[in-house]
């Protein structure tokens, strides 16, 4: 198996044990404040759903530099209410 190879099956598997975690933290956080809290959109680069916090104050703005649990690339997301 060539380098390549052997660090993109790491990369997967990695991507895979997250995706379970952050899974369970939504569930968590759905069962404790509402699902209203969880932003849901399609990842800009997989179409995936993402899943992410959204702020509890009206006109409170999150932005971040975000790396996709399902394809590993990288976007910026911004959220409000
Ligand atoms: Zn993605």
């Known amino acids: 198996m060539d380098r390549t190879t052997k660090s993109k099956r790491l990369l997967k598997r990695s991507l895979e044990e997250i995706t379970v975690k952050v ?11 509402g699902s209203h809290r969880v932003a ?3 990842c800009p680069h997989c179409q995936g759903e993402i899943k992410a916090l959204r702020p509890e104050e009206t006109g ?7 790396q996709c649990n399902l394809c590993g690339k990288l976007h910026f997301k911004v959220i409000d209410k």
């Open 40 to 42: 849901k959109y399609p």
């Open 60 to 66: 409170e703005v999150w932005d971040s530099m975000v």
């Open 23 to 33: 899974d369970a933290y939504f569930e968590k956080i759905e069962a404790k404040y």
